[in-house]
Protein backbone atom coordinates (compact mmCIF):
# COMPACT_ATOMS: atom_id res chain seq x y z
CA UNK A 1 0.00 0.00 0.00
CA UNK A 2 3.16 2.20 -0.09
CA UNK A 3 2.68 5.42 -2.31
CA UNK A 4 5.61 5.69 -5.38
CA UNK A 5 8.82 7.54 -4.69
CA UNK A 6 8.05 9.82 -7.69
CA UNK A 7 5.18 11.92 -8.60
CA UNK A 8 2.40 9.44 -10.19
CA UNK A 9 1.46 10.77 -13.75
CA UNK A 10 -1.58 12.27 -13.70
CA UNK A 11 -1.39 13.65 -10.14
CA UNK A 12 -2.18 16.86 -11.94
CA UNK A 13 -5.37 15.80 -13.68
CA UNK A 14 -8.30 18.24 -13.01
CA UNK A 15 -10.31 15.31 -12.13
CA UNK A 16 -8.00 14.41 -9.04
CA UNK A 17 -8.76 17.14 -6.23
CA UNK A 18 -12.53 16.23 -6.98
CA UNK A 19 -12.61 12.29 -6.24
CA UNK A 20 -10.10 13.58 -2.98
CA UNK A 21 -13.38 16.18 -2.43
CA UNK A 22 -16.02 12.91 -3.05
CA UNK A 23 -13.84 10.54 -0.68
CA UNK A 24 -13.79 13.79 2.09
CA UNK A 25 -17.57 13.87 2.02
CA UNK A 26 -17.81 10.56 2.79
CA UNK A 27 -15.58 10.38 5.31
CA UNK A 28 -17.05 13.41 7.23
CA UNK A 29 -19.94 11.78 7.18
CA UNK A 30 -18.94 8.55 8.84
CA UNK A 31 -17.28 10.72 11.26
CA UNK A 32 -20.30 12.55 12.51
CA UNK A 33 -22.57 10.01 12.51
CA UNK A 34 -20.29 8.37 14.51
CA UNK A 35 -18.26 10.74 16.66
CA UNK A 36 -15.37 9.79 15.22
CA UNK A 37 -15.44 6.19 16.02
CA UNK A 38 -15.68 5.67 12.39
CA UNK A 39 -13.63 8.01 10.21
CA UNK A 40 -11.22 9.14 12.94
CA UNK A 41 -7.94 7.13 11.38
CA UNK A 42 -6.49 7.65 7.85
CA UNK A 43 -5.07 3.89 6.27
CA UNK A 44 -4.05 4.95 3.38
CA UNK A 45 -0.73 5.36 2.13
CA UNK A 46 1.87 5.27 4.93
CA UNK A 47 -1.20 5.09 7.44
CA UNK A 48 -2.04 1.66 6.10
CA UNK A 49 0.90 0.04 8.92
CA UNK A 50 0.39 3.26 11.11
CA UNK A 51 -3.20 4.50 11.15
CA UNK A 52 -2.60 8.32 11.51
CA UNK A 53 -5.64 10.91 13.40
CA UNK A 54 -7.96 12.55 11.29
CA UNK A 55 -10.11 15.90 12.69
CA UNK A 56 -12.76 17.61 10.84
CA UNK A 57 -11.66 21.12 10.09
CA UNK A 58 -14.60 23.32 9.60
CA UNK A 59 -13.94 26.40 7.39
CA UNK A 60 -15.86 29.53 5.51
CA UNK A 61 -15.20 30.15 1.87
CA UNK A 62 -13.37 33.25 1.62
CA UNK A 63 -15.61 33.58 -2.08
CA UNK A 64 -18.57 31.69 -1.50
CA UNK A 65 -19.32 32.44 2.51
CA UNK A 66 -20.31 28.82 2.53
CA UNK A 67 -19.56 26.51 5.28
CA UNK A 68 -17.13 23.58 4.57
CA UNK A 69 -15.91 20.58 6.22
CA UNK A 70 -12.35 18.61 5.57
CA UNK A 71 -11.11 16.02 7.23
CA UNK A 72 -7.06 16.32 7.80
CA UNK A 73 -4.32 14.57 9.43
CA UNK A 74 -3.45 15.93 12.93
CA UNK A 75 -0.30 15.72 15.13
CA UNK A 76 -1.26 17.06 19.12
CA UNK A 77 1.51 19.59 20.23
CA UNK A 78 0.73 20.17 23.35
CA UNK A 79 -2.63 22.31 23.03
CA UNK A 80 -2.48 22.94 19.63
CA UNK A 81 -2.85 20.64 16.70
CA UNK A 82 -0.81 20.68 13.63
CA UNK A 83 -1.89 20.19 10.01
CA UNK A 84 -0.57 20.13 6.84
CA UNK A 85 -2.01 21.74 3.72
CA UNK A 86 -0.32 19.09 1.57
CA UNK A 87 -3.29 18.36 -1.11
CA UNK A 88 -1.45 14.81 -1.72
CA UNK A 89 1.29 17.05 -3.40
CA UNK A 90 -0.94 18.44 -5.57
CA UNK A 91 0.76 21.79 -7.14
CA UNK A 92 -2.21 24.27 -5.02
CA UNK A 93 -2.61 25.35 -1.93
CA UNK A 94 -5.94 22.98 -0.99
CA UNK A 95 -9.37 25.44 -0.70
CA UNK A 96 -9.33 25.03 3.20
CA UNK A 97 -5.74 26.49 3.50
CA UNK A 98 -6.87 29.20 1.44
CA UNK A 99 -10.11 29.90 3.55
CA UNK A 100 -8.01 29.52 6.67
CA UNK A 101 -5.80 32.64 5.59
CA UNK A 102 -9.24 35.08 5.08
CA UNK A 103 -10.83 33.51 8.07
CA UNK A 104 -8.11 31.88 11.02
CA UNK A 105 -11.55 31.55 13.54
CA UNK A 106 -12.61 28.19 13.32
CA UNK A 107 -13.78 24.94 15.10
CA UNK A 108 -12.41 21.09 14.41
CA UNK A 109 -14.02 17.66 15.87
CA UNK A 110 -11.43 15.10 17.07
CA UNK A 111 -12.49 11.89 18.24
CA UNK A 112 -15.38 11.97 20.85
CA UNK A 113 -15.42 15.96 20.40
CA UNK A 114 -18.12 17.59 18.71
CA UNK A 115 -16.53 21.07 18.86
CA UNK A 116 -13.06 23.15 19.47
CA UNK A 117 -12.45 26.46 18.85
CA UNK A 118 -9.66 27.36 17.34
CA UNK A 119 -7.60 29.99 15.36
CA UNK A 120 -5.30 28.84 12.51
CA UNK A 121 -1.69 30.10 11.90
CA UNK A 122 0.63 29.60 9.35
CA UNK A 123 4.02 27.95 10.72
CA UNK A 124 6.68 30.05 10.27
CA UNK A 125 9.92 29.16 8.93
CA UNK A 126 12.15 28.30 11.92
CA UNK A 127 8.94 26.95 13.48
CA UNK A 128 7.63 24.22 10.36
CA UNK A 129 11.29 22.82 10.30
CA UNK A 130 11.10 21.72 13.68
CA UNK A 131 7.55 20.55 13.07
CA UNK A 132 8.41 18.75 9.92
CA UNK A 133 10.04 16.18 11.07
CA UNK A 134 7.86 15.40 13.29
CA UNK A 135 4.94 15.65 10.80
CA UNK A 136 7.03 12.79 8.52
CA UNK A 137 7.36 10.76 11.60
CA UNK A 138 3.39 10.86 11.84
CA UNK A 139 2.91 10.12 8.37
CA UNK A 140 6.04 9.35 5.85
CA UNK A 141 3.96 10.16 2.68
CA UNK A 142 4.23 13.54 3.76
CA UNK A 143 7.94 13.54 2.66
CA UNK A 144 6.99 12.40 -0.57
CA UNK A 145 3.65 14.74 -1.03
CA UNK A 146 6.32 17.89 -0.61
CA UNK A 147 9.54 15.96 -3.33
CA UNK A 148 6.41 16.07 -5.55
CA UNK A 149 5.27 19.60 -5.99
CA UNK A 150 7.21 22.98 -6.56
CA UNK A 151 5.45 24.39 -3.63
CA UNK A 152 6.52 24.59 0.00
CA UNK A 153 3.50 22.76 1.35
CA UNK A 154 2.33 25.16 4.30
CA UNK A 155 2.00 23.68 8.27
CA UNK A 156 -0.95 25.12 10.02
CA UNK A 157 -1.03 25.52 13.79
CA UNK A 158 -4.35 25.53 15.08
CA UNK A 159 -4.15 26.85 18.64
CA UNK A 160 -7.31 27.01 21.33
CA UNK A 161 -9.05 29.68 21.81
Known sequence: MALPDEKPP?????????VLKRVAQVQVAAFRATNGRIGSKWRIGAG????????????????????????LLYLEDGRDL???ASQGGLPKHPQWYRNLLASPETQVAVKGE???????????????????????????????YQRWTDRE?????LEPR
Open 10 to 18: GLDSPLVPK
Open 48 to 71: WKKPVPTLLLDHVGRKSGNRFTTP
Open 82 to 84: VVV
Open 114 to 144: RSRAVRARVAGPEERAALWPRLVELYADFDR
Open 153 to 157: IPVVV
